[in-house]
């Protein structure tokens, strides 16, 4: 575990070759074992593959997602924010789950957020995503995890990159 943590860098540049689906499908199984509060599982994931549909995500914001339009595969994790107050926290960990099993499968990949984040001076980014596919309005979209063969390579950690001193024993 800790050398795939080590390993794992958010990377944005993505060969120009399709996930196979034994891969969409392990990413979906690990997406559907994460924890939720009290197993409310207020998660909905959409597997977007279409290459069209992804350059349109890829224009959610005005900055850190136009990466996506050469991905070939993204993951929009939503969540039914009216079912609990902690679909925030629902959503964010099955995005990390997501993006490890990324990792163990040899594939690279990024988060984007779209929580709290704009389009353009009137929309929100993610009123934007939920018009583009159609997502019922009561979900929230927390973010978008872009998915693909690793195209850029990145140092992986090191032991010295671990910042000790936020570690605090029995008091801070
Ligand atoms: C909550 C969260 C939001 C992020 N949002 C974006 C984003 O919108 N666009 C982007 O390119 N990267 C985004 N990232 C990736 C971070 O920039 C990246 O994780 C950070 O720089 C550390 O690099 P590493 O992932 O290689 O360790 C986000 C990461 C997290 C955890």
Same mark, same amino acid.
């Given at each position: ?14 060969? $120009? ?26 998660? #909905?994931? =959409? ?6 549909? =992804? ?78 596919? #159609? @997502? ?8 978008? @995890?872009? =998915?693909?063969?690793? $195209? ?8 010295? $990159?671990?910042?000790? #001193? ?7």
């Amino acid at each position: 575990m800790i050398d795939l943590l080590m390993k794992r860098r958010s990377i944005r540049k993505y060969k $120009d070759m399709k996930v196979p689906k034994e891969k969409v499908d392990s990413l979906i199984k690990a997406a559907l074992l994460s924890p939720s509060g009290k197993t409310m599982t207020p998660w #909905e994931f =959409i597997v977007v593959e279409d290459n069209e549909t =992804i350059k349109k995500l890829a224009k959610s914001k005005q900055h850190g997602s136009s990466f996506l339009a050469e991905s070939p595969l993204a993951i929009v994790v939503a969540a039914d924010s009216t079912k609990t107050d902690i679909w925030v926290e629902d959503a964010s960990i099955a995005a990390t789950i997501i993006q490890l099993e990324a990792e163990h499968l040899g594939l690279g990949s990024c988060w984007i957020q779209i929580r709290g984040r704009m389009h353009d001076e009137s929309k929100s980014a993610e009123n934007y995503i939920k018009e583009l596919l #159609e @997502i019922p309005e009561n979900y929230s979209v927390e973010c978008m @995890i872009s =998915i693909g063969y690793k $195209d850029e390579e990145k140092k992986p950690y090191t032991e010295e $990159d671990s910042k000790y #001193e936020k570690i605090h024993r029995e008091k801070f």
